[in-house]
């Protein structure tokens, strides 16, 4: 039987915190929806992941900083990042949540 979700259902008004929701995890692939509101990584913060990250933005808006270059991301834009990558969240949309799919798979050893 096949569960029917949405991606844009269940979306809270006030986040503290990031929200990062687990959609199907299996043996190295991992892929989730993250909605940020106003959010960023902390001062000096760097996201550094053992498996690399394929995302899009869904909704709103986002620049992602890049140790050599800032990419500013808008619906339907989407960035492979690899493993160890550093990378981090310089701004996403104060007016409206930004929606992100995440596909988080292999590894820096592959």
């Known amino acids: 039987m096949t569960l029917l979700t ?34 960023v990584s902390p001062d000096a913060f760097w996201y550094d992941q053992d ?26 834009d989407f960035v492979n990042i690899p493993a160890h990558k550093k990378h981090r969240v310089e701004w996403t949309t104060p007016d409206e949540p930004t929606i992100w799919l995440a596909v988080h798979y292999g590894s820096s050893s592959k």
């Open 6 to 39: 949405n991606l844009f259902a269940d979306i809270p008004t006030q986040l503290p915190d990031e929200l990062f929701t687990p959609l199907l995890t299996a043996l190295d692939v991992r892929i989730e929806r993250i909605v940020s509101h106003r959010h």
């Open 51 to 76: 498996q690399h990250e394929w995302v899009v933005v869904l909704k709103g808006a986002a620049r992602l900083q890049f140790e050599e270059q800032v990419v500013e991301m808008r619906p339907g």
